[in-house]
């Protein structure tokens, strides 16, 4: 399979994924849309054949989420001082989603995209680690203490 | 109770990143500006003018895509130094000096073996033949070698085949993961294609995994040179990751430090 040119395709097909790898690590939805435009501009720039959908979605998948972590860490943000007031739900929040949303969005950088890829898009702890050149133990690792960190920012409630 | 809990967690986080969603109107700009770009290089590649991307535009494996499409991959990713490409013309230039001065040697004491009668001639010819052969390959070699350490063998071939050992060399000169052992990743994660000071080992592409990104490899001579490279993930339990230089074709084993 190749879509090396049919970048219309390949951006309806997969815009939203990459929206939200941008999202959970940027904090704000102009952030998230540039460095999504980021993304797909890797491919209009370096057009490229995938061998299925689902590596297409991988690759995309890496891709934002490297460039997300180049864009804090060149920028010298760092990921709470870094998310506009707006974006962070009012503590009062009473909407669990808004309030579990602002969890996710308040983990380290480094727990962002195996959280993502576990808890979104359903992947295991062995191709999350092929995707992200991990051990799966320190996958396994991160998703233990990401997930006690959302506890303890729930409350508990979860 | 622990288990309705984890499940609950699970649930509640997949909710919040279904929640997460680009507008339509969102959409629509992100993809024209996309569609326009891809028209616009379209365009420079029709113009001849396939100028290297900006650094910002370059990804985890896109220099791979571009030294797959561009033919000559010497010219893909970074500029190389002026003394990389002066060198193999260098060598060249050593190598035709070296050939015309080994055959002046060979037919001069072929001459004076002629000339001398004092011994058997059969002897004598065969004594300076092979102590003109001797001194004109080692010669080559030194030469050869001094001239910027290159792997050049059996100088003291005919021009033709001289040509094709430059062919050789420039090739060496390309790219030698010796030169530039120490890999940074973006991440900071350090990597060396020459653990223990050893010789780098080529890795086989069917043993390579994803991209793990961007790095850069510095100069082993401290002079603070680096070259562009992209790190891959390797399904081999001893070695974690596999190095591939800008313009390179190859692979290389490369241990974390």
């Known amino acids: ?158 | 109770m622990r288990d309705n809990e984890g499940t609950q967690l699970d649930q509640q986080v997949h909710d919040a990143y279904e929640g997460i969603r680009l507008s339509d109107d969102a959409q629509d700009r992100m993809l024209g500006q996309l569609l326009a770009a891809q028209t616009q290089r379209g365009a420079r590649e029709v113009d001849g003018d396939a100028s290297p991307v900006s650094e910002e535009a370059t990804g985890p494996d896109s220099r791979v895509a571009a030294s797959r499409r561009t033919t000559p991959p010497t010219h893909a990713g970074r500029r190389r130094p002026a003394w990389r490409v002066v060198l193999p013309f260098a060598a060249m230039l050593v190598v035709g000096v070296v050939v015309v001065r080994t055959q002046g040697m060979f037919s001069e004491a072929a001459r004076e073996t002629s000339n001398s009668a004092a011994a058997p001639l059969a002897v004598q010819k065969d004594a300076a033949s092979n102590d003109a052969l001797a001194t004109g390959a080692e010669e080559t070699e030194g030469v050869a070698y001094d001239a910027g350490d290159l792997a050049l063998e059996e100088l003291s071939v005919a021009a033709p085949e001289a040509e094709a050992v430059v062919e050789d060399a420039y090739e060496e000169a390309r790219v030698q993961p010796e030169w530039y052992p120490q890999v940074t990743m973006a991440d900071g994660t350090t990597l060396t294609t020459c653990p223990e000071g050893g010789a780098a080992q080529q890795v086989d592409e069917a043993q390579v995994g994803d991209a793990l990104g961007e790095a850069t490899a510095a100069a082993s001579d401290g002079s603070g040179e680096t070259v562009d490279c992209m790190v891959f993930a390797l399904a081999d339990d001893a070695h974690a990751y596999a190095v591939r230089y800008a313009g390179d074709e190859r692979y290389w084993y490369g241990a974390a430090l």
């Open chain 1, 1 to 158: 399979m190749s879509q090396t040119c049919d970048i219309e395709a390949i951006f309806r097909r997969h815009v939203q994924t990459v929206y939200r790898v941008c999202y959970s690590f940027m904090g704000s939805a102009a952030d998230a849309e540039d460095a999504t435009q980021a993304t797909f501009m890797k491919l209009v720039d370096h057009p490229r054949a995938f061998e299925s959908e689902e590596h297409e979605k991988a690759w995309l998948i890496v891709c934002a989420s490297n460039l997300c972590k180049d864009i804090l860490k060149s920028a010298g943000r760092t990921r709470v001082t870094a998310m506009p007031e707006r974006e962070l739900a009012d503590p009062q929040a009473t909407d669990p989603l808004d309030t579990t949303l602002d969890a996710v969005l308040r983990l380290p950088a480094k727990y962002k995209d195996v959280v993502y890829l576990h808890y979104y898009e359903g992947y295991k702890t062995a191709e999350i680690a092929q995707m992200l050149g991990e051990n799966p133990s320190t996958v396994r690792n991160r998703l233990r203490d990401a997930r006690e960190l959302l506890r303890k920012a729930l409350g508990g409630e979860a």
